[in-house]
């Protein structure tokens, strides 16, 4: 069966960084996504890989190594307004979208 | 703002009626998807248009059905509602293997 595995819940410190994983395991692999979604509110578009490496983007950075069916999304300098949930997502071999259960991110001051 | 439309944005109905929730995609996504999230779960993938075809269905009950229409917007019809039916219900909308688009959703309460 096609899985996406993220940690349930994180805590960090507000000024810290955190690293949440994403593991996969998928009927082909067309890219992947990470979504950010506050409590009540719908998912927004953070990030896209699709071949091996970093992407970076501001505060966050997503990797991928395709070998090992993993991921990561990198939040630097948190900020309060990064508690929310961050969902992993990939498209398999038939373009569509697998999600993982997300991962809940509480930051502390 | 995505784009996506969706309404009504908040529903109240009680046990066993029918509801149509609607979304219109941003200008020019073929795609549209729909989604059901229940408090504190994850998103349930519920089926997936292109161009006015079905492409794929993920756990949608029988009770629950959909079409997108020529002009793209979408339909969620959801009928014999029972209590664990409510929910927040997303579309989302994207070109083809492009990120998505969510909708701001429908939060159902079947009371």
């Known amino acids: 069966g096609q899985n996406i595995d993220q940690p349930t819940e994180m805590t960090a410190t507000e000024g810290a960084i955190v690293q949440i994983n994403c593991t996969y395991q998928?009927?082909?692999?067309?890219?992947l996504f990470w979504y950010q979604q506050h409590a009540g509110e719908a998912p927004t578009f953070l990030s896209y890989n699709v071949l091996d490496g970093l992407e970076e983007k501001g505060r966050f950075s997503s990797f991928l190594s395709r070998s090992k069916g993993y991921s990561y999304l990198l939040l630097k300098e948190l900020q309060m307004k990064d508690s929310a949930s961050y969902l992993c997502a990939v498209t398999d071999s038939n373009y569509q979208l697998i999600w993982g259960a997300g991962t809940k991110l509480i930051i502390k001051p | 703002d995505s784009g996506v439309t969706q309404t009504p944005k908040h529903l109240i109905t009680a046990t066993g009626q029918r509801v149509t929730l609607r979304c219109s995609p941003r200008?020019?996504?073929?795609?549209v998807y729909w989604y059901q999230q229940s408090l504190d779960q994850g998103l349930q993938f519920l089926i997936h248009?292109?161009?006015?075809?079905?492409?794929a269905k993920g756990n949608i009950l029988e009770r629950f059905s959909a079409q997108q229409f020529p002009d793209l917007h979408s339909e969620l019809n959801l009928s014999s509602l029972e209590l664990g039916d409510s929910a927040l219900y997303f579309c989302?909308?994207?070109?083809?293997?492009?990120?998505?688009?969510f909708g701001n959703g429908t939060r159902l309460t079947v009371t």
């Open positions: 200008s020019g996504d073929l795609s």
């Open positions: 248009y292109y161009n006015g075809e079905e492409r």
């Open positions: 989302a909308s994207s070109p083809y293997n492009s990120p998505l688009h």
């Open positions: 998928t009927s082909g692999f067309n890219g």
